[in-house]
């Protein structure tokens, strides 16, 4: 089903890039502006500059951040910052992290991935997307003519057959090694030999891919191609422009994390919000049970909360609400409401989802909070970090905050499965698959080898 391919690489020559951790990024959507800059600091070359160029005085249509960035990309290659592999190949990484105390490895290989439409099944989405970020995406697209970002896809292979074959292949030195700007180790490796490729390709060729990270990034391409398509009729199917650069990782790893985007919400109509009455409400749906956190945002009080959070039985729903002071109670979904309530309004695979329950029964039902005001980003807010949502709630930046447990990947593929999408920020692969490791240039003259 799925068409994984490898591919001749762009990557930061050694010879001019030494230290690797000077120059490679998370993807543009979680660079805050500050951390722009201080990326943009540590070396000229950094893709700060490819993946979020700035807006400048005087910009119009013919010099823009857009036409900055593929000038710069351009003057990479030509002094040879950035070269090319002169054979296909896929790419295949690990990442060593920490989560809460403990050391994971996730393993995943980066290939071009032929584009396809969501209707065919091949690829299935799980998240929203929504206009503004996929129209700055394309513009980049067009100007630069090249994939910085892999999409972080994952994709079932329970007898780990795919990685496990790359694994045997594997050379003896790592092309890249480094330690990351999050203290992470990164090493990947260039995989060119000939059975193994086939191996790999054919292996994908039985399977469906999920996305995990990137959506607006994947619609963007299909814009693209759509374009390319009508500027090139007679382009082969194989055409550089019908591919997307991915990172594959294997569902059935226990390796991979999923972290949850805590809410916090702010705004008049949630100021308004009195304790008595919202705990009434609440009680209605959920077993309400005080907490005895005094907002401690040190060691002691996180792991309190993140104790709580966790104490919950299989295939329950519980959250933590914080907020009138940094009190806390514990909300435990009271027997029975899942069936009654939301079965009956939306699909069961939705149902079973702690971010369905917390969006219904609570931002819609008791807050009155609709689509279009948990879409806006001063009424919602979205952070991974517990210290971070003691912060904001601290200096006021928001009012109430929900701590969720975070969603399963055998969740994320019911929902996919099933053709649903989930409500935003629904899922956060951890640790972000990091830009600068290799890249891929769409040149329409070439053709993508298949093995």
């Excluded at 002169?86 to 991935?113: H, S």
Aim: aromatic share 10%; glycine share 6%.
């Amino acid at each position: 089903m799925a068409q994984v391919a490898p591919f001749r690489a762009l990557y930061y020559n050694p010879a001019k890039i030494p230290h690797p951790e000077e120059v490679v990024t998370p993807p543009y959507d979680v660079i805050r502006p500050e951390e722009r800059e201080a990326f943009a600091a540590l070396n000229p070359y950094n893709m700060v500059r490819l993946i979020l160029p700035q807006a400048q005085p005087g910009d119009d249509l013919l010099q823009n951040r857009y036409t900055r960035a593929a000038a710069a990309f351009r003057q990479w290659q030509q002094e040879e910052v950035l070269v090319r592999d002169p054979d296909p190949a896929y790419y295949y990484g690990e990442t060593e992290f920490v989560v809460q105390g403990r050391k994971f490895t996730r393993k995943g290989l980066v290939a071009l991935v032929r584009l396809e439409p969501f209707s065919s099944g091949v690829i299935r989405p799980h998240e929203q997307t929504f206009s503004a970020p996929k129209k700055d995406r394309l513009e980049l697209l067009k100007a630069t003519q090249a994939h910085f970002s892999p999409i972080f896809a994952i994709f079932p292979d329970p007898e780990d057959l795919v990685l496990g074959r790359l694994r045997q292949s594997l050379p003896t030195a790592p092309m890249l090694a480094f330690k990351d700007s999050e203290g992470y180790y990164q090493r990947a490796f260039r995989v060119t030999d000939p059975a193994c490729l086939a191996a790999v390709h054919g292996a994908f060729e039985k399977m469906s891919l999920f996305i995990a990270d990137g959506h607006h990034r994947y619609e963007t391409a299909l814009n693209y191609q759509k374009l390319m398509k009508e500027r090139y009729p007679q382009a082969p199917a194989n055409a550089p422009f019908n591919y997307i650069l991915m990172y594959l990782s294997n569902i059935y790893d226990p390796e991979l994390v999923i972290l949850m985007a805590h809410r916090l919400l702010a705004g008049p109509r949630v100021k308004q919000v009195e304790e008595g009455p919202l705990l009434r409400r609440l009680g209605e749906y959920f077993e309400v049970t005080p907490l005895p956190y005094h907002g401690g945002g040190d060691g002691p009080g996180v792991e309190f909360l993140q104790e709580n959070l966790a104490a919950t039985a299989a295939k329950e729903t519980t959250f933590i609400l914080l907020g009138f002071g940094l009190k806390a109670w514990r909300l435990q979904l009271r027997p029975g409401v899942r069936q009654k309530l939301l079965a009956r309004e939306m699909h069961p695979a939705l149902a079973q989802l702690d971010v369905a329950v917390l969006n219904y029964l609570i931002f819609e039902k008791i807050l009155g909070l609709d689509a279009k005001a948990l879409d806006d980003q001063q009424t919602c807010k979205f952070t991974s970090k517990l210290p971070e949502v003691i912060s904001i709630l601290k200096r006021g930046e928001a009012n109430l905050a929900f701590l969720l447990n975070p969603t399963r990947v055998d969740q994320v593929q019911q929902v996919a499965s099933a053709g649903l999408i989930m409500p935003r920020k629904s899922t956060y692969f951890y640790p972000k698959v990091k830009d600068g490791i290799v890249l891929s240039p769409i040149n329409p003259g070439e053709e993508i080898f298949i093995p």
